[in-house]
């Protein structure tokens, strides 16, 4: 299959010298559902934020749709970010001044395209979401309005959709209603999705995952189980205790 997203030697250091990629180089394919893990300060959610065009490393490459984001201007980035990938976050990002289906269509109205209301509104409705269209966020339980950011996300047909702890601040009902919807997006949709998460269960519904420790890959698990991936992070975590 085709890499949707592919990273090179992708390095990232921040002021202080502190290393959060140190020469990664993985990629994404097609119509995938990966899993992102790793010990906290892994590098995780900086691999998530280069790879999506949201931070620049400090060396390598990344390529997003046959796109090499790292030899894009800024400007170029974002116009290019805003067709062709869509974003899912654990505190959702909805405006709270927006009516849901509002919400919805703004990644298109950014992007200078049509809103497609109508489009907008079935997607909502596949999400058991018809009857909510008119309200602010602050009226949707915590999974009605990560369903909404799932639709915004969808909205402009992306190339990959980046998942940042998508289901960190659910309840584990809700948490069980996302995931199923993120693997129907791409078992049935063919989408593609990358997904940072610290939960094993979570990783289960990926189709693999892939383990970052120290900045570097520690390995990949296919067909994951939630067993399988709790006893390897927990390896990695002993590895990360004692080397410190």
């Keep these: ?38 010990p906290s300060g892994s590098g995780k959610s900086t691999l998530l934020q280069c790879a999506a065009g949201l931070d620049r490393p400090t060396g390598g490459r990344v ?9 894009t201007k800024d400007t170029a980035m974002t116009k290019f970010r805003r067709g062709r990938v869509g974003f899912v976050f654990q505190d959702y990002n909805l405006l709270p001044s927006l009516t849901v289906l509002q919400n919805v269509v703004l990644p298109l109205r950014l992007a200078g395209r049509r809103a497609d209301l109508a489009a907008a509104r079935a997607a909502l409705a596949q999400l058991d979401l ?6 602010l966020p602050e009226r949707l339980s915590g999974g009605q ?35 199923t919807l993120l693997r129907e997006v791409v078992h049935q949709h063919g ?11 979570a990783a289960a519904y990926a ?19 939630a067993d399988a991936v709790a006893e390897r992070l927990a390896h990695l975590g002993d590895r990360a205790r004692a080397a410190a």
């Design 1 to 38: 299959m085709t890499d949707v997203v592919r990273v090179e030697e992708l390095y990232k250091t921040y002021d202080g010298g502190v290393t959060a990629l140190d020469g990664v180089t993985a990629g994404f394919a097609a119509g995938s559902f990966t899993a992102v893990m790793g």
């Design 191 to 201: 989408r593609t999705v990358v997904m940072v998460t610290h939960d094993p269960v």
């Design 63 to 71: 390529f997003l749709d046959g796109h090499e984001l790292t030899a």
């Design 145 to 179: 309005r990560q369903r909404a950011a799932v639709a915004r996300a969808l909205v402009t047909r992306p190339a990959v959709i980046f998942a940042d702890e998508p289901t960190g601040a659910l309840d584990l009902g809700s948490a069980r209603e996302v995931l």
């Design 207 to 225: 189709d693999s995952v892939l383990f970052l420790a120290d900045g570097r890959l520690a390995g990949s698990l296919s067909a994951p189980t």
């Design 130 to 135: 018809a009857d909510r269209t008119d309200e």
